[in-house]
């Protein structure tokens, strides 16, 4: 059966099981969450989410091998990271109304 063709900035939940996981920022009202995985577990990806009735909808990831593989692309990827968080705190992170 073929794929259904996404329309542009169409969101949908994909379901991905990431075990569990902790809340490490959230925006005010808490629809938009920077997630980590919980400890013990090691800290090798980051998420931001929004919330979206009884869906989480995935904005953006970031696993360890991005952050790992040269000096120049961890500064990259801390950057997008800490960028995220300060956007998720302070409610601008973009999301569609």
Same mark, same amino acid.
């Given at each position: 059966? %073929?794929?259904?063709?996404?329309?542009?900035?169409?969101?949908?939940?994909?379901?991905? +099981?990431?075990?569990?996981?902790?809340?490490?920022?959230? =925006? %005010?009202?808490?629809?938009?969450? $920077?997630?980590?995985?919980?400890?013990?577990?090691? #800290?090798?990806?980051?998420?931001? $989410?929004?919330? !979206?009735?009884?869906?989480?909808?995935?904005?953006?990831?970031? #696993? =360890? +091998?991005?952050? #790992?593989? =040269?000096?120049?692309?961890? !500064?990259?990827?801390?950057? !997008?990271?800490?960028?995220?968080?300060?956007? $998720?705190? #302070?409610?601008?992170?973009?999301?569609? !109304?």
């Amino acid at each position: 059966m %073929p794929k259904k063709k996404m329309k542009k900035d169409e969101r949908v939940n994909v379901n991905l +099981d990431y075990g569990e996981e902790v809340t490490v920022a959230e =925006s %005010p009202g808490g629809r938009v969450q $920077v997630r980590v995985p919980e400890f013990p577990e090691p #800290c090798n990806w980051v998420r931001v $989410v929004e919330i !979206a009735g009884s869906d989480t909808i995935e904005l953006a990831y970031w #696993c =360890s +091998d991005e952050w #790992c593989e =040269s000096p120049e692309q961890a !500064a990259d990827v801390m950057g !997008a990271i800490m960028g995220a968080i300060v956007s $998720v705190n #302070c409610g601008t992170y973009p999301v569609k !109304a």
